[in-house]
């Protein structure tokens, strides 16, 4: 499972999307994803289904790359699905042993829900596969910037943002060596139940702990030496500009979001 991580990794190849800018991306993101709390029956989850595709194939990112991130949240996923399928209420009632009721709310629940979080994931997904962590951090503060007003630290909060992003396929590989090496000398991850399993884990969160912090420390330090004092006064080697392209994004996005909301309220 640990192999299967590639979220936070970019994926360069030359696309519509990789030459959007930053800005253009993050601001899609979020309306995608209000859109999909906003969607209410199949019409809006066929729409955000559609309007998904339509972007993995704007991006040139390998359907197979995509669907292989979305491994590690399958237990999540499946966890999700079973809480919504059995304690949802409701009527009619669809199925009904002893004290396991599945009902027609619940059924349409669990499956809106695995939808909305496949979806989801993807999406966010699809703007780290297209955007370097510098682009985003730049994108970040940059549209962000209002916020300077109201005192909000912008630059650090979008550094931390695009460093937890940088971290995380490192650290998924830093944990894939780690057992690697305890399964060299003996360990079984595999058998038992699940406390077995979960006391198997200590001997690879131990290791991974004390790597992640000595790897924040040589950052930390770098940083230092580098005289790095945060964003007041730092200029852009490539300064962010609207081209195009961007304006045509904007513009089937607001389209995306008026269907969408049209959806809602018209049955």
């Known amino acids: 499972m640990l192999k299967e991580m590639t979220l936070g990794q970019y994926y360069p190849v030359d696309s519509f999307l990789h030459g959007l800018d930053p800005r253009t991306k993050l601001a899609s993101t979020m309306l995608y994803i209000i859109s999909l709390f906003l969607a209410n029956d199949f ?25 292989k991130g979305m491994k590690p949240i ?11 399928l059995f304690l949802t209420g409701g009527e009619p009632v669809l199925f009904r042993w002893y004290f396991i009721r599945i009902t027609a709310p619940g059924a349409r629940l669990a499956v809106f829900m695995a939808l909305r979080l496949i979806f989801l994931i993807t999406g966010s997904s699809l703007m780290t596969y297209t955007t370097t962590p510098t682009a985003l951090t730049d994108g970040m503060e940059k549209g962000l910037g209002f916020l300077r007003v109201f005192r909000v630290p912008v630059h650090e909060i979008a550094m931390m943002m695009s460093i937890a992003l940088r971290f ?16 060299a000398r003996g360990a079984n991850f595999e058998e038992g139940g699940v406390i077995a399993r979960a006391k198997a884990m200590v001997p690879i969160l131990v290791p991974l702990f004390i790597s992640a912090f000595r790897r924040a420390t040589d950052l930390a330090m770098a940083m ?29 996005v607001f389209l995306y979001m008026a269907i969408i909301i049209v959806l809602c309220f018209v049955k």
Do not use: W
């Not at 399958?74 to 919504?84: A, E, I, K, Q, S």
């Not at 490192?170 to 060596?177: C, F, Y």
């Open 224 to 252: 230092e030496a580098r005289c790095y004092h945060g964003g007041e006064g730092r200029t852009k080697m490539f300064p962010l500009k609207y081209h195009r392209c961007d304006y045509i994004a904007y513009a089937f």
């Open 43 to 67: 019409r809006g989850y066929l729409l955000a289904f559609l309007f998904l595709i339509l972007c993995v194939k704007a991006s040139n990112v390998p359907a197979k790359y995509i669907l």
């Open 168 to 183: 995380i396929p490192i650290l998924a590989e830093e944990a894939d060596k780690i057992q690697k090496a305890q399964m």
């Open 74 to 84: 399958l237990f999540l996923m499946m966890l999700t699905v079973v809480l919504n």
